[in-house]
């Protein structure tokens, strides 16, 4: 494993950290592991250290960063594994998710793609995988060129530099038009942390064809008591008349933390879901950002954070409008104990050309101590005069006069309160359409909030 230094070892200040020996590391990667014909590849990548060398890590001095302190995370010393592994079969055995037995199994490692430790079920007539150091001497090059990198428009700062510089090692993954995918994919993003702490920088691009459907279930793991910092970038390109469907379970120890963004455009006329459910990490940060890049686009875009302990979640969306006649909704629901932290930032944006849009957004969280603390800022800009759009928050605590209901029916305290959380969370957890996974979230949540099934 190479070693990458401590923060404060690069500079003094929080933050201001440039990591400047990741740029040997990848360029040995580069030396080691040549590229045939991928100079357009290995120029990303490298455009991504020098972007990452002078942006730095973000500080709270960024307006999008202004209630996640990253630095303080990265203010240690990690280790950047590349391809090895000591992983097993067995590891992956301890956390597959119900329903592993019919979904097509991704395995990643420290940010690596393992093809010995996955199972693909789908045929290669439905589903096409292969690394974007292959991807781009094929057919699919075009697709690449043009979408790989996309999710740098919206988040200029080092963390996405960071992970463009790895972007070599990523993996590119082709849902065929006129395919439904029989087999949901399931993406295990393991951090072996055993013995050192581990740096993994996954990253995927995925294409899903013209008339194709696809289910996405992704889960991170961390192995073993050391720390763990995930920078995960996954963007998601969704061609004409294409449905897609994301679901993210987030219930990793307080030692892991992690940056996840998942970027999404829409060139043609489709449909997406994404539900992301958050329970337990250290400093978690998710990107959400949905691009409406066709006329009668539809976007759903769900989250439900139940955290405690010191846990900070902080999800950031964005959803872009750029033509017209479409329609998205965002609902994200929080619930808040002991001393965590949330933070939800959602922009709206409705281009001059996306006319008769339908955008709605609503942020509704429960605090359940005085220690715990919620963020939010909902935002619209909207630069079209024929739309319809709404957005609004609200935090605060149990309805003492729902409680009172309960009680008064010899429901006791607790139960009553486990009772109205469940209510208040299964309205997102309903938004899961795959039935293995919606029992396996609210198994979880129930457990969580001490509310039996």
Known sequence: MEKVPKADEVRGKEGEVLMSDLKSIIQTKFTNEPFSGNGALQAFS?????????QGIPTSKHEEWKYTRIGSVLNKEFSYAGGATAVTAKDVDAFRLPGNENANELVFVN?????ELSTIRSSADELVLMPLSEAVTTAYKPVIDKHLGHSANYHTDGINALNNAFAYQGLFIAVKKNMAVQHPLYCYYINDARTVNVLSQPRTLIHVGVNAEVFLVEEEVTLGASDSFINRVSEIVVEENANVHIYKIQNEDSHSSCVKTTHVRQVGVSRVNSVTI??????????LNVILEAPGCESNMYGLYCVKGNTHIDNHTIVDNVMPNSLSNELYKGIIDENATGVFNGKIFVRKDAQKTNAYQSNKNVLLSDAATVNTKPQLEIFADDVKCSHGCTVGRLDEEALFYLKARGIGDKEAKALLLHAFAGEI????????????????ISERLGFEL
């Open 46 to 54: 490298q455009k991504g250290i020098e972007l990452f060398n002078e």
């Open 278 to 287: 958050t329970l337990n990490g250290g400093m978690i940060r998710n990107n």
């Open 429 to 444: 957890l309903d938004k899961i359409e795959l039935p293995s996974i919606r029992q396996y979230a609210d198994a979880i």
């Open 111 to 115: 940010g690596i793609y393992h093809a």
